[in-house]
Structure formats: C-alpha cells, structure tokens
C-alpha cells in the first residue's frame, strides 16, 4: 500500500497550487482519503478530508479556500489550494486507513 503525493512548490500569496496524491494497493473506493499538513516547529494537522460518498471536511483556517476532491477511476484525491496565505506554508502529507505518503513542500512567500 502506498500513497504518492506531488504537486508542491513555491507560490506567491493570494495563488493558487493543486496537489495530488496516487493511491496504489488498496481497494481506493473504500477508503477516507484525508490531507494533513506540518509548518515548522508545529504540529500535524487536518487540512481536509472526503469519504467515499464524497462528504467532506475542512477546519475553519482553510474553509473556502481550499477543496478536496477524488477521482476514483484514476486512484487519485485532489486538494486545490487558492488564496494561498504565508501561514498555509507547511509540508502537505496525504492519509488514507493508516498510510501516510511521503509530503510534498508548499511554501507561500513573495
């Protein structure tokens, strides 16, 4: 089982980045596929999480801003970042049933 994450980078604020996060191994439509994130010094942390009936959810920090989204076809979930703020700077990691992937770097600097 593993999770392959990709899509960080540098963005300017008020941008926008869309990561991805391959799934392979595991029955992907069953599965809670989830986003965390970690900024230096701090915590993990939930950034947002989609259930296989596509419910989803979101903290108050990136509600609005940011969407999870899945395409079971392709064994892929989605997280689209906008309105990119200095404070969303933090290695973004993808969850499914106790997998975590490897973290992908987003930093939000002018």
């Known amino acids: 089982v593993q999770l392959q994450a990709s899509g960080g980078g540098l963005v300017q604020p008020g941008g926008s980045l869309r990561l991805s996060c391959a799934a392979s191994?595991?029955?992907?439509?069953?599965?809670?596929m989830a986003w965390y994130r970690q900024a230096p010094g701090k915590g993990r942390e939930l950034v947002a999480g989609?259930?296989?009936?596509?419910?989803?959810n979101y903290p108050d920090s990136v509600k609005g801003r940011f969407t999870i989204s899945r395409d079971n076809a392709k064994n892929t979930v989605y997280l689209q970042m906008t309105g990119l703020k200095p404070e969303d700077t933090a290695v973004y990691y993808c969850?499914?049933?106790?997998?975590w992937g490897q973290g992908t770097l987003v930093t939000v600097s002018s």
């Open positions: 969850y499914s049933e106790g997998v």
């Open positions: 191994g595991m029955p992907f439509s069953i599965n809670i």
């Open positions: 989609i259930t296989r009936n596509d419910k989803t």
